[in-house]
């Protein structure tokens, strides 16, 4: 599965999937006709495996100046607005508050037979896009 991201009129992204068979190549007419509805930049990348979904970015805003937003992903964020900021750089110690106060930090921990996260490795990657 390879899936192709666009920005919509309103900043949220939308997602376009194209199927692919079982060596990886991807229906060429299928492709074609999203890249052809698609005005602008366009990201495509494969489908990640398993694993826990989460949301991170940076935006600028106009009283802190450049901050950092983590949270989960799907539901989470799209219906529960469960997400963390912070004024950017970071360190491991605000990476890691960012992570413990969020509603679902339940999920981390592993729920329902899911693996739990490796929140250290998780709150270097927060520290990491941090720098960028």
């Known amino acids: 599965m390879v899936k ?4 919509a009129c309103f900043g949220r992204g939308r997602l376009q999937r194209v199927a692919a068979d079982d060596q990886g190549r991807m ?5 074609e006709r ?3 509805e ?39 964020v799209e219906i529960l607005k469960d997400v963390s900021f912070r004024m950017l750089p970071i360190n491991q110690k605000d990476a890691c508050e960012m992570i413990a106060e969020i509603k679902s930090r339940a999920v ?3 729920w329902r037979g899911t693996e ?7 709150a270097d990657f927060l520290c990491r896009v941090s720098e960028m």
């Open 34 to 36: 999203i890249l052809s």
């Open 4 to 7: 192709a991201l666009r920005r």
């Open 116 to 122: 739990p996260v490796e929140v250290d490795r998780l």
């Open 108 to 110: 981390l921990s592993g």
């Open 38 to 76: 698609l005005n602008g930049p366009v990201l495509i990348s494969a489908q990640a495996g398993e694993g826990l979904e989460c949301i991170v970015g940076v935006s600028q805003d106009i009283s802190f100046g450049k901050v950092l937003m983590f949270g989960l992903g799907g539901i989470f």
């Open 27 to 31: 229906d060429p007419r299928s492709l």
